[in-house]
């Protein structure tokens, strides 16, 4: 079983709609994040946190919003998805004294 | 602000020979880490290899190393004897070590490596 575990892995959904992205992982990492990757691009930051009571905006968080419910529970919602946020979504986890930061298998998003 | 340059879009190389793939960065943080990724075509981003900036010696992981000259800020991956598995878009990034910054990581272009038979 993969360390990082993200769901949906595929998900197609309409405009307008809401979408939960989820999180989990089991490496036991107080830090986790949510990278968005566009077609032939590298990843983006949208947002990251550092524990449970600790969420912070990364380079591109309009139009998303994050739940932390645990230390290993890690959400990402898209409140009203648009065709741009079309994208692979990937959850990654890091311990704060640590030198390797472990990505999930991605969330293949198509809003259309 | 950092920034990674990855200038080789596409690279091409023969099963069983080494090839080097071009990372250079640009940070004014003194304590810094490097990383490569590799991703197949099926979209999951694999960790290859991790170099500090104050390790003394180049990091290897098997077939992996990375050649790190701080003072040229270049951090190029060398695979060595390549396999037809290891064609793949391969990413070069970088994150701030300590301190809240450390995981969030600033992302190359990435560069499409062919291995041909």
């Known amino acids: 079983d993969a360390d990082v575990t993200q769901t949906p892995r595929n998900r197609i959904t309409k405009t307008g709609k809401r979408i939960m992205l989820e999180c989990s992982q089991t490496k036991g990492h107080d830090r986790m994040y949510w990278y968005r990757q566009d077609p032939g691009l590298g990843l983006r930051l949208i947002y990251y946190s550092f524990d449970v009571k600790d969420i912070n905006k990364g380079e591109i968080s309009d139009g998303y919003s994050v739940s932390r419910q645990a230390q290993a529970k890690f959400s990402l919602s898209l409140e009203s998805a648009i065709p741009n946020q079309t994208a692979l979504y990937f959850c990654a986890t890091a311990r704060s004294s640590g030198n390797t930061i472990y990505f999930g298998e991605g969330s293949w998003l198509t809003v259309v | 602000a950092q920034k990674i340059t990855q200038t080789q879009p596409g690279m091409f190389v023969q099963e069983k020979e080494a090839v080097t793939l071009d990372c250079t960065y640009d940070?004014?943080?003194?304590?810094?880490?490097l990383f490569w990724y590799k991703q197949p075509s099926s979209g999951e981003m694999i960790f290859l290899i991790y170099q500090g900036s104050y390790d003394q010696q180049n990091a290897t992981e098997g077939r992996y190393s990375l050649n790190f000259q701080k003072a040229r800020k270049s951090a190029n991956l060398v695979i060595s004897a390549s396999q037809l598995g290891d064609s793949a878009m391969y990413f070069c990034a970088m994150s701030r070590v300590g301190g809240t910054s450390y995981g969030k990581l600033t992302f190359g272009q990435g560069t499409i490596l062919t291995v041909h038979p």
């Open positions: 940070t004014s943080d003194p304590s810094y880490g």
